[in-house]
């Protein structure tokens, strides 16, 4: 069974330029999470969708994130314009049903952001 | 969700099982305690699961304490491709988030 796909694997950007990441769950998994990962940090939550809708995007800096799911299966999420604070790993996970007590996330291997 | 402590780090022989301490004192009746692990350079990694019995499986054992306030994530036999860092998760049924805090550093020593 294919895990998690996330690209790219790394990036370097500049501060106030845009970047995006890319995530493809694992074929089935209804529910896709995007977490970021500050370094010596556990993961925080971004956003969670459900098929292609927002379950929770309460932690989402919408000011300059956004993120899609448009056809419930592949996802991307976008920084415009990255600050420095920013530079983090960004991970992407997976589970089949969201909700339940044996629900178990996938996660991808992430995508190292660097802004300068 | 309630919160969970963990020891920054730990240190185990290879071989010799490890035997990974989390306290959550505040845990509400509904409350269920997972553990993931992060290998360095990878995502999360699902290991384990339980409500108030113990819970093995063929990656470890947890033993949960029969007040519900603390658990232990037991490896029975280390390998060097243990080391990593354990989080101890308390969600409750139905939850939505899944929180991580810093979690324990376990380093496994040949």
């Known amino acids: 069974e294919a895990g998690v796909a996330q690209s790219p694997r790394y990036k370097i950007i500049e501060k106030r330029q845009s970047v995006a990441f890319w995530c493809n769950p694992i074929?089935?998994?209804?529910?896709l999470y995007w977490y970021q990962q500050i370094l010596g940090q556990g993961p925080k939550l971004l956003i969670q969708?459900?098929?292609?809708?927002?379950?929770?995007d309460s932690q989402l800096p919408k000011d300059r994130f956004s993120a899609e799911r448009l056809k419930g299966v592949d996802s991307t999420l976008k920084i415009q314009p990255a600050k420095l604070e920013d530079s983090a790993v960004y991970l992407c996970?997976?589970?089949?049903?969201?909700?339940?007590?044996?629900?178990?996330?996938?996660f991808g291997s992430g995508t190292q952001l660097s802004v300068l | 969700d309630a919160k969970t402590t963990q020891p920054p780090s730990m240190d185990c022989a290879e071989g010799r099982a490890a035997n990974l301490p989390c306290n959550h004192s505040?845990?509400?009746?509904?409350?269920?305690v997972y553990w993931y692990r992060q290998i360095h350079s990878q995502g999360p990694q699902y290991i384990i699961h339980?409500?108030?019995n113990n819970e093995t499986n063929e990656m470890a054992s947890l033993i949960i304490t029969e007040d519900r306030k603390s658990s232990t994530l037991i490896l029975p036999h280390a390998t060097l491709r243990d080391t990593a860092v354990y989080y101890c998760?308390?969600?409750?049924?139905?939850?939505?988030?899944?929180?991580f805090g810093a979690g324990t550093i376990l380093r496994v020593k040949s």
């Open positions: 996970a997976s589970s089949l049903v969201q909700g339940i007590a044996d629900e178990k996330l996938f």
């Open positions: 074929s089935g998994h209804a529910t």
């Open positions: 969708f459900q098929n292609n809708g927002v379950v929770d």
């Open positions: 505040t845990i509400s009746g509904n409350e269920y």
């Open positions: 339980g409500l108030k």
């Open positions: 998760i308390v969600r409750a049924y139905g939850g939505n988030k899944l929180v």
